[in-house]
């Protein structure tokens, strides 16, 4: 039966038909018998019913004495009915065996002792009362849980309560997955130019656990057809579902299709999803077999679309959880495929803010720090500034809450206050957004941020911040904390090849400088020294090459893409490059007044200024702390 | 230290601020040092770093030729530039490395060949585009993740990006579990009056295990409290949490309050929560010991509430996701306590609909079939119908959302209907709750629920349910499903010792009779029959005794609780009860006209019609299925 069935490019809709179609019905055939006491997440194969009642006897359902409800009739309160123990009642625990005798529980609140085996009461019980009958819970014969139902912690207990003691699950699915790619190697080997560690297959085998499957990753095969091939055979004996995740290299992803189509079935070959556009859908042996790509965003966008649903019989998934969220940005997508976009998202004031993340295929950590997911319909050119949107959680929503929301100057000392805040375990983190100084500034404007830090050098009075916030939030009331204050300078590599002491060395001929953007404080120094001296920035060498944090600075200068780059210190002394003072700046934190009385202010204020964490900035070097103070703005205009 | 803060019924904060304050700092000290591959789910200690950088090398986005920037400046239409392959450009691949001599790739759809190592372009390149340079993603040194961060899938492709290969991380706790009460007897044991199935150490281990701590569950310990104070000891000393699941009998919590005041200290005895109220909070060894109360549904609260928050020292709770749902019918609720109510959800039109279920601490089944949970907080005192309120989510929202909501009578094939669809895998479910025929109207005339079933007998024309249709809806546009009869009759046990033949016979004096509530289609045939037959109903022993459903009126007989109900046969079947048949009778389905297109119901129409569904129906016995037939009714009158 040999169909090549191949389809260019179809729609996710219609690839997820087919993945249903041909492969949920044959995966999930084979069941076995389990006890009741290991089924946690196992899915039900037949309907579950009771097979005693829960209570299986009448129950007490309070302390107090069992009588019959009909010789309670007619007492009131000047008609005290008297009974005797034994014939007319009984005493009861709650919990304990009501006999065939009694069918009401009168409590013990309610019961007049009257001396040798005589109660008094002048209240009267309907009958059943206070008593839980047999099979109030769980009646025997009960469907206690449907087929194809994923069992929780709750269902345990049901179900022992039922006197289900074994029950028929679907037997666990095995998933193998095969790395593939001559340029792959296994975490730990040596590093050569070209070559790219294997994480994917690390982060498909945690999915899988984590959806309740069991993984089985092979060696990384190299893009050599034959080796290919047994692997892929292999993989198919030995499992339910074949995963191949192709290098990111030319020609991996053709071998993969040539060897699905050789041996079974391709369905299809590229969907209109971005990330994760090239991935193939086969059959070999009756199994599913599925191609993904080789980017590690679209590697895991297309694992969970495309993997993890076969795992999970019953369609539902936990993390389809949507929040309903403000753009800050316009986002355009191309018309040709849904795209999935991973979102930052905090709560500032009543709205929850959310921000794209980096939209590269290789950006592992946009997926680190992604809060959700936004999905850009296929027929859709992207949304506006301002637009509500909802995104799929990736995070739990109370953890995105109790964020404090950052917008603005890149300082590692964000990342630092982020882990001293974390430490303390009192449920707050700082989420950050680099958009450099003037990006914080236009976001204090919009109200979109709880803080943001900044370092603007005003060119006229050489002053910090100051200009900025005059000239840009006009008619807002605000508040200046300040207190760090930051070496600005050189790096250079150890030994300083070039000899670069100062800003004239820039422009030497062989000197290539690493830049920073436009509006970021680092770049507005650069300018403002630039101007004083009367230089003419576009005689720099590199001037024009403009990269986005002091960390991708120091990189540069590091791996010899530049000589010279102009940063922090502290980074610096953490990447170990050498440090060439040229001056110390301010790095202030402008606070909306709406925002100062929130909480997570309320807590980032502290921690800031806690002397602890202080120290630990000392340590690293770089800063001059001389004692914060806080002042309040209104600025004038409109 | 001998410490007895004794503390008498303290609010769920003061409980939550005492629990973190004592045990978190303590329980997370410990450390090891694990490989990356193993590290799903597990808390970080320390920040973690990047050792390496993501890229390592600067490399090519795409498939191309590297070259200088530079040496493309000025090209475009008119001016074609000549490169020499090996001088001035190198063929790359994707992920190739780009050697130091080069700063950009072109991209291959721009190169013009032109033979003998030449090619020629019009267009021009910025420095380092369509390049990833080194540390593009990750740099090394980048902070990857904080401290007290619960790693997830992602986050490992992160970490071996970043060069880690092994991770310093809390050690998993262990949470001793004692299950305690003379009454308790392990599954499976034989069951005795009296005696109490352990389920609830079985819930709690899987919660445990959810949660990702490792449970040690303790064989049942009598009410004796030598045995129990060793059990303790023996717990405390092997685990990291020690948790004390008292039996629901009198006595059970004294001894377990008790010995955690001899052996260490009670901090709280007595929550203000509802249900979860007799809960012990106490430290034996430096160590949290908890006594849990015994009755299912309050086992579960507190466990969840004052256990699972001490695996987890970051707070944020996945199940903490919210969502927004309309109450169908008032909740009161006492002032004095918190009170957590187990909520059935579903989506009905635009609104999701929220309905109380069994609010009874022994009911287990109301776990297995919530939705969410609703918190009243203790200040109030309920919120009455049609009120917003928000719900904590306990099942995936995609799942409650493609439920079909049938609001109205009981009948068993319900239950295999919902299996059925179950069984299809297309995602549908039926979430049926029982309030009688008369009952599922009112819900149609709320707009509350997308069927109805309902079998009310009309006394004027002895027909079904058109008089009460023509009664409570009217001016709705309605649809009805006709098809299925069901025989109602007598349940009696084996051999029929009571002898009952005719209702005649529900008068005699030694006869108790199991009677069905006000305003169930079973109650309204029972008193048209009376009426007919001009009978005194209240002459009838046991009339006054209102059961809830069918399978509740079956035990009542099967137990000798009751000696006759009226019934329908199926369950009559099901339970193994001898049937007397009294009289055939519609089961029909009213179908609003706002919904009739819904795909829930429409897949309904389809799947209770289906032939596969009918012959199981008829396997079980009790129905009579002349072929359906639908017709649409706009009832008069306002």
């Known amino acids: 039966m040999k169909r090549n069935v191949y389809l260019d490019t179809v729609d996710l809709e219609e690839a997820e038909k087919i993945l249903r179609s041909q492969f949920i019905k044959p995966l ?13 997440g196992r899915i039900t194969k037949e309907p579950i019913f009771a097979t005693i009642s829960n209570p299986h006897y009448n129950a007490s359902a309070m302390d107090g004495i069992a009588l019959k409800a009909e010789s309670t009739y007619g007492a009131h309160e000047r008609n005290e009915v008297i009974l005797c123990e034994g014939a007319d009642f009984m005493y009861v625990d709650t919990g304990d065996y009501i006999d065939q005798r009694f069918n009401a529980v009168l409590m013990i609140e309610d019961v007049i002792p009257k001396g040798e085996g005589q109660i008094g009461t002048i209240k009267s019980v309907y009958p059943w009362e206070n008593v839980r009958v047999v099979g109030e819970d769980i009646a025997c014969g009960d469907m206690i849980l449907t087929s194809n139902y994923r069992i929780t912690p709750v269902d345990i207990g049901a179900l022992i309560s039922g006197g289900v003691l074994e029950l028929e699950v679907y037997k666990l699915k095995t998933v193998g997955i095969i790395p593939t790619g001559t340029e792959i190697v296994n975490p730990g080997e040596s590093l050569k130019p070209g070559v790219i560690i294997d994480s994917n297959s690390r982060v498909f085998e945690s999915m899988v656990k984590e959806t309740n499957g069991i993984p089985n990753r092979y060696d990384p095969v190299p893009d050599e057809i034959d080796k290919l091939r047994k692997a892929i055979l292999k993989s198919v004996e030995e499992n339910d579902i074949t995963v191949i995740n192709a290098g990111s290299s030319a020609g991996s992803e053709d071998y993969t299709v040539s060897l699905i189509r050789e041996l079974g079935d391709v369905y299809i070959h590229g969907i209109a999803i971005k990330p994760g556009k090239p991935t193939i859908i086969g059959k070999i042996a009756g199994k599913p077999v599925i191609g993904i790509p080789g980017y590690p965003v679209s590697a895991y966008i297309a694992f969970k679309t495309f993997v993890l649903p076969l795992l999970n019989p019953n369609l539902a998934k936990k993390e389809d959880v949507k929040i309903e969220v403000t753009l800050s940005k316009r986002i355009v997508s191309a018309l040709k495929h849904e795209e999935i976009v991973r979102m930052k998202v905090g ?3 009543e709205k929850r803010i959310a921000t794209p993340l980096n939209r590269g295929a290789g950006a592992t950590m946009s997926l680190v720090n992604a809060d959700g997911l936004l999905r850009i319909p296929k027929a859709s050119e992207g949304y506006e500034a301002g637009a509500i949107v909802e995104v799929e959680l990736l995070k739990p929503v109370d953890l995105i809450d109790r964020s404090l929301v950052s917008i603005g100057s890149h300082d590692i000392l964000m990342d630092y206050l982020n882990d001293f805040m974390s430490k303390a375990r009192d449920g707050y983190t700082v989420s950050s957004a680099h958009v450099g100084s003037l990006g ?26 100051m200009g900025f916030i005059n000239k840009y939030l006009k008619g807002e009331k605000i508040h200046l904390l300040k207190g760090i204050k930051r070496w600005q300078g050189f790096y250079v590599n150890k030994g300083n090849p070039k000899n670069i002491k100062e800003i004239k060395d820039l422009f030497d001929k062989d000197v290539l400088f690493a830049n920073r953007q436009r509006g970021s404080g680092t770049r507005v120094l650069l300018d403002y020294i630039l101007k004083k001296e009367k230089y003419e920035s576009r005689l720099i060498n590199g001037y024009d090459t403009e990269l986005t944090t002091h960390t991708s600075v120091a990189l540069s200068v590091l791996s010899g893409n530049s000589d010279v780059g102009l940063g922090i210190q502290s980074v610096a002394n953490l990447m170990g490059l050498e440090f060439i003072p040229v001056a110390l700046e301010d790095y202030d934190f402008i606070i909306p007044h709406e925002y100062i009385n929130d909480p997570r202010v309320q807590y980032f204020l502290e921690k800031i200024q806690n002397t602890e964490f202080i120290n630990h900035l000392k340590s690293i070097g770089g ?16």
Do not use: Q, W
């Not at 109200?447 to 911040?465: K, M, S, V």
């Open 623 to 638: 800063y001059e702390l001389e004692g914060f103070h806080m002042s309040t703005i209104e600025v004038g205009g409109t």
């Open 440 to 465: 914080g500034i236009m976001a204090v404007r919009k109200g979109e941020t709880h803080i943001a830090p900044t370092h603007l050098l005003d060119e006229e009075t050489g002053l910090y911040n």
């Open 347 to 349: 709560k500032v004031g």
């Open 28 to 40: 999930y055939e084979e069941s076995e018998v389990i006890s009741v006491f290991n089924c946690l």
